[in-house]
Structures are given as structure tokens and as C-alpha cells.
């Protein structure tokens, strides 16, 4: 199957400050990427839909200004969570289909798990 | 609300015996529907989906599931598990692009 990468796997950061994680499609094009959270022992929860080229569409109670997304190639994607605060601490995963529609396959990264000091 | 919901948190089995893991959805119209499974230390992978057309869906790795409309569910079957097949399981139903995850069943094999 495809695969997709995300980097770091694992980050620690102090309140306040940004951090940047990479979602890439290593051997086919992403046309839409997606991002989740998820909490310990819960679903993951999309928090945001982006096709290349175009501004992420947020899920509701998801802050834009917050969770930075940008995809702007068809084999990577970005998600800057800006000032962090401890309750943004969670387990984001990345996934990428070929398609426009989220009923296309997702292919899905191995997750970063972010904690905020 | 929509939601996903899957209804075993944890199952443990022994090897050879018969597996299902309920998911129920409360989605009205027209839906589709994924498991997705999550081994040890990996990302999670697509096991199988339905579309349209036989209920009955078949997987990989002897998975199938069966979408029962009347029932509103989508449970993931295997006859007889195996120690490999220790992992996270997800079931995931999409609705005119919303797309939704249960919380998952962890499921441990006994060898």
C-alpha cells in the first residue's frame, strides 16, 4: 500500500511556543490530506481537510488560527500549532488520498505525539 | 449528533476462536464504511471497506464484515483469530464527506 510519513514522530515544547509537523506521500500524490487528533482511549477526530493548493477546510470548534495547514505540494503537508498549550497535547495523525473525495482510500501516517510543557 | 460508536473497549481471546466487533452508526442517509486496524507500533491501515452493492464485504487477512442497514451497523468478523492479529481496531463511516472513527476495540489474542 502507500505510504506516508510523518516528522517528528515524537515532540516535546514549552507553552507558548510553535511547532511544525510534516506529513509527506512517499510514493504516490496526495491530492487531499487530512489531519487528526486523538485523545487517549478515544476516535480520532478530524480536525481539518486540505487539498493541494487550496486553504484546509476546519472542522467546527477547530481554531484556523491555531492549527496552521498547509499543503501546498502534492506529496506534503504541514500542520503548525501555534502558541501551544498544554491542552493541545494529543496524538495527531496525518492521512492522504489520491482522490478529492474522503471516500477514497486513506492512506494515514504513523502519528506524531505532541506534548506541551 | 452523528456518531460512530463501537461498543467493546477491550476483547481478549484465545487463538482459533471466532472474533466480532460491533460498530454501530446513527447516520440517516446514505453512508460508507471502513475498518481500519492499527498493529503494535504501526500506522493505520485500510482491512476493509463497503460502497454499495453485497452487504457482505470480505477483507484482507480472512476479515469481512456485514452492513446491516435495518441495524444501522457494520461488525468486523474473522472465524478463527490468530496471535497476529493482536491490534487496534477502528471502524470509520463516511457521509457526504463527513467522516467519522469509532473510539476502537483493542483487541489481544492469546497464543
Known amino acids: 500500500g502507500a505510504v506516508v510519513s510523518q516528522h517528528p514522530s515524537r515532540v516535546i515544547c514549552k507553552s507558548g511556543t510553535s511547532v511544525k509537523i510534516e506529513c509527506r506521500s512517499l510514493?504516490?500524490?496526495?491530492?487531499?490530506m487530512f489531519w487528526y487528533r486523538q485523545f487517549p482511549k478515544q476516535s480520532l477526530m478530524l480536525m481539518a481537510t486540505?487539498?493541494?493548493?487550496?486553504?484546509?477546510?476546519?472542522e467546527q470548534g477547530v481554531e484556523k488560527d491555531k492549527f496552521l495547514i498547509n499543503h501546498a505540494s502534492l506529496t506534503l503537508s504541514t500542520l503548525t500549532v501555534t502558541s501551544a498549550h498544554p491542552e493541545d497535547s494529543s496524538f495527531y495523525i496525518c492521512?492522504?488520498?489520491?482522490?478529492?473525495?474522503?471516500?477514497?482510500?486513506?492512506?494515514f501516517g504513523p502519528g506524531t505525539r505532541l506534548t506541551v510543557l | 449528533a452523528q456518531s460512530v460508536s463501537q461498543h467493546n473497549h477491550h476483547v481478549i481471546l484465545s487463538e482459533a476462536a471466532s472474533l466480532e466487533l460491533g460498530c454501530n452508526y446513527s447516520?440517516?442517509?446514505?453512508?460508507?464504511l471502513f475498518w481500519y486496524v492499527q498493529y503494535p507500533g504501526q500506522h493505520l491501515q485500510l482491512l476493509l471497506k463497503?460502497?454499495?452493492?453485497?452487504?457482505l464485504v470480505k477483507g484482507i487477512k480472512g476479515f469481512e464484515a456485514e452492513f446491516i442497514k435495518s441495524k444501522f451497523s457494520f461488525n468486523l468478523r474473522k472465524p478463527s483469530v490468530q496471535w497476529s492479529d493482536t491490534a487496534e481496531y477502528f471502524c470509520?463511516?463516511?457521509?457526504?464527506?463527513?467522516?467519522?472513527f469509532g473510539a476502537g476495540t483493542r483487541l489481544t489474542v492469546k497464543p
Open positions: 447516520y440517516g442517509g446514505t453512508v460508507n
Open positions: 470509520a463511516v463516511n457521509s457526504l464527506n463527513d467522516m467519522r
Open positions: 463497503y460502497f454499495s452493492g453485497d452487504p
Open positions: 492521512s492522504g488520498t489520491e482522490g478529492l473525495s474522503s471516500t477514497d482510500t486513506q492512506y
Open positions: 486540505s487539498n493541494e493548493g487550496s486553504k484546509a477546510t476546519y
Open positions: 510514493d504516490f500524490q496526495a491530492t487531499t
